[in-house]
């Protein structure tokens, strides 16, 4: 089991007292492999990661999920770094198995658990209390290591070198689904494992729709076009989007897109440890309303990312997080004109010890490369 695993796991067993917990349900994907590095997706079969107060972690798992980093002990070998291994076949009442192990109080459980999974806990065991035990893996995601900073590092310069790559091949004719194509066949060539989310890719009007998925629409001359792209590299995401003009862009074109890319930059600046996120949000915000659009700028400022595109964690008016070194989240200021189009520019920052540091290099600028 590496270091930095047996790191990870003592951490979330020495969070429990903090969070009021006697034992702890993880079933994630991603917080599995962030505990572990075991890659399980069990879909409908019960298989679950479990931490206890002064007792050893023990795994609950389907036969067909095999370890594969030696996570697993026997029941007498397991310490208190690596888990207990108890396996079931189909068939089997995997929950009748793990009632045992629970130890009496208070039980946190992930917040995507299967409901029929937890109502069948209730039943087993109705000596035992419930809460969403998330934020404890959840807060150790949100400050990632040196490790993951290199990932973070490397998934985002694939991503800055497609959408240069994209940039230089749109042209008048194309579809936004065969920009979609083209940006997975760049990935692949990057050396990236896929996207990390569907593409966003909006031509015109489109982009007036922040989750606009791609269609059959043709770019046309002088028409806006915004791509919101992520790939996925040793397992981590990066995230960024760029608006650009064919042709030459309109007076207000050029004044939203300077305007959104200003507020963008603001909030960049001013990313530093121990600041409200709530504050990085007002600030984009209240400069975007100076610039006469702030209606027109219709959702947070940015989201938490790593193992998965959006995790826990938003920069928001109501978020109520400081940032603190380790934490990377997205900047990603727009505006958007129903029927018209739509600016956004967003690069991924990682919060370090004196300031942040700009994850994506990829040009802002609103000329197609």
Request: aromatic letters at 8%.
């Amino acid at each position: 089991m590496l270091d930095i695993y047996k790191r990870r796991m003592a951490a979330a067993g020495a969070g429990l007292e903090a969070l009021g917990l006697d034992s702890l349900i993880v079933s994630e994907p991603a917080a599995l492999f962030y505990l572990t590095g075991e890659i399980i997706h069990p879909g409908e079969r019960l298989t679950v990661l479990v931490f206890r107060k002064k007792e050893p972690p023990l795994w609950l798992r389907n036969r067909l999920f095999p370890l594969k980093e030696g996570m697993g002990l026997s029941m007498e070998e397991a310490d208190g770094g690596r888990p207990a291994d108890i396996s079931f076949e189909d068939g089997e009442d995997g929950l009748a198995l793990l009632s045992p192990f629970l130890p009496k109080g208070i039980t946190g459980i992930d917040k995507t658990w299967p409901s029929h999974f937890l109502l069948s806990l209730m039943a087993l065991r109705p000596d035992l209390s419930f809460k969403n035990g998330s934020p404890l893996v959840d807060g150790l995601r949100a400050v990632k290591d040196e490790e993951e900073i290199k990932a973070m590092r490397l998934a985002s310069a694939i991503n800055d070198r497609a959408m240069e790559r994209i940039s230089r091949w749109i042209h008048p004719g194309v579809t936004e689904k065969e920009c979609a194509d083209k940006l997975l066949a760049i990935y692949k060539e990057e050396g990236a494992e896929g996207f990390s989310f569907p593409p966003i890719v909006s031509f015109g009007a489109h982009g007036a729709d922040p989750h606009h998925m791609p269609d059959d629409t043709k770019l046309s001359e002088n028409e806006t076009v915004l791509f919101d792209i992520g790939c996925r590299k040793n397992h981590y995401c990066s995230d960024m989007t760029r608006t650009f003009f064919t042709g030459t862009p309109t007076e207000e074109q050029k004044k939203v897109h300077t305007l959104v890319r200003e507020a963008g930059e603001l909030a960049e600046s001013l990313v530093r440890p121990g600041i409200p996120l709530a504050d990085l949000d007002r600030a984009a915000r209240e400069y975007i309303a100076k610039g006469g659009y702030g209606s027109f700028f219709t959702h947070r400022l940015g989201h938490f990312i790593g193992l998965k595109e959006h995790e826990e964690g938003e920069v928001s008016s109501s978020s109520p997080l400081v940032a603190k070194p380790g934490m990377i989240f997205s900047i990603e200021p727009g505006v958007y004109l129903e029927g018209r189009f739509g600016v956004r520019i967003e690069d991924l920052v990682l919060v370090t010890e004196e300031g942040c540091e700009v994850l994506n290099h990829a040009g802002r600028g609103w000329q197609i490369s």
